[in-house]
T-cell receptor, first 117, second 114 residues
Framework: DQQVKQNSPSLSVQEGRISILNCDYT??????FLWYKKYPAEGPTFLIS?????DKNEDGRFTVFLNKSAKHLSLHIVPSQPGDSAVYFC????????????????FGKGTKLSVKP | GAGVSQSPSNKVTEKGKDVELRCDPI?????LYWYRQRLGQGLEFLIY????????KSGLPSDRFSAERTGESVSTLTIQRTQQEDSAVYLC????????????FGPGTRLLVL
């Protein structure tokens, strides 16, 4: 039973356009959400995060939106660049709801983003 | 500064053999996590260590898997009597403390059990 779901295994976007990656979760105890980017043969790299007390966090070209009522978050990349081509993982933890003792991350299966020049 | 390092980067072994994977966390990081990623799957939590507290072993898939950590430094993940379904990328991550939001990952060890 997947607690974090990324229903799109792949996404193709033209350079300069917006990339929107989606993630759904089922566990209402999750209070912290992260996006990681992964290139082949490398470990995941932290991209951006959001806590459940916010609904938006922005860092340069990357914005994460959180809709708690829908248990849905999304990552927007604008403008998309060819170097953004990678697998993007959504991850969640019940970081604060268990007093910091549930810091292990629950990952989705990832979405492979291809940005075409 | 140096990131999380893991060794070996690749390991091919025969079914039934034991393997040992190593992780060097970022200096000063008290929390250390092991995950694995099987082909086509997301990352799967295995175990985590926080300082000198008892590790959270809730993600270990069987008693063939064990891990140790010396203080707040190196950790080793041992898989005994490897099976073909153990083939995966084993990833280690560390964070400043268990309440720290961001985990930093190493490059992983690619294990192939023949």
């Amino acid at each position: 039973d997947q607690q974090v779901k990324q229903n799109s295994p792949s996404l193709s976007v033209q350079e300069g356009r917006i990339s929107i990656l989606n993630c759904d979760y089922t566990n209402s105890m999750f209070d912290y959400f992260l996006w990681y980017k992964k290139y082949p043969a490398e470990g995941p790299t932290f991209l951006i995060s959001i806590s459940s007390i916010k609904d938006k966090n922005e860092d340069g070209r990357f914005t994460v939106f959180l809709n708690k009522s829908a248990k849905h978050l999304s990552l927007h990349i604008v403008p998309s660049q060819p170097g953004d081509s990678a697998v993007y993982f959504c991850a969640a933890s019940a970081l604060w709801n268990y007093g910091g003792s549930q810091g292990n991350l629950i990952f989705g299966k990832g979405t492979k983003l291809s940005v075409k020049p | 500064g140096a990131g999380v390092s893991q060794s070996p980067s690749n390991k091919v072994t025969e079914k039934g053999k034991d393997v040992e994977l190593r992780c060097d966390p970022i200096s000063g990081h008290t929390a250390l996590y092991w995950y694995r990623q099987r082909l086509g799957q997301g990352l799967e939590f295995l175990i985590y260590f926080q300082g000198n507290s008892a590790p959270d072993k809730s993600g270990l898939p069987s008693d063939r898997f064990s891990a140790e950590r010396t203080g707040e430094s190196v950790s080793t993940l041992t898989i005994q009597r490897t099976q073909q379904e153990d083939s995966a990328v084993y990833l280690c991550a560390s964070s400043h403390n268990q309440g720290s939001e961001t985990q930093y990952f190493g490059p992983g060890t690619r294990l192939l059990v023949l």
